[in-house]
């Protein structure tokens, strides 16, 4: 089977996923700035989380380049992924309009620890179906980003807990800043091809 259809349907689920939250933001009553403040929380709530699925729509965009076939395997780890990343919409609509409450925090944490395990799943995958000499293998080697990312969302669901939310909500934004930086590894492993 070809990634087409998978990479489009990928595709389809993560902007209907940016659109469900930016539709669930609701217009404050007031006709001033002033009437923002009260919604404040769950804006930023909308762009950490924006953030986070433009990431995986970016990063996902970049491996599917370098998937030559694509196997059942493959295809209920993506779905597992995408299931984790539907919700996010929930996660990030319940703490924002909590205003970052301990427990909201704790689930979203908790919904990005779920999705970098979908992520690293479907890498996974995708290395067995491809092999241990395949761009995509070459490309990750130790994957450093990705063990560090999994630790730093099991600290940041641990710290929101036990110290407080605002901790955990840093070291998810410092992560999310992590994934910003573009990352030439799948792209340099293909040209080397």
Known sequence: MGKNRL?????????????????????PHGEDFSALIGIWPVFLSYVLSFIYLGIYWNNHHHMLHTVKRVSGSILWANLLLLFFLSLVPFTTGWMGE???????VVLYCL???AAALGYYHLQTRIKVVHGEESALSRALGKDWKGKFS???YTVAILGAWFVA????????????VLWLIPDQRIEKALTEE
Not at 98 to 104: G, I, K, L, P, S
């Open 111 to 113: 919904n990005l620890l």
């Open 150 to 152: 999994l630790v730093a």
């Open 98 to 104: 909590n205003h970052f409450a301990r427990d909201t």
């Open 7 to 27: 990479e489009a349907f990928s595709d389809g689920v993560i902007a209907i996923l940016i659109t469900i939250m930016v539709l669930e933001m609701k217009v």
């Open 165 to 176: 939310p605002w901790l955990g909500l840093a070291i998810a934004a410092l992560v999310a």
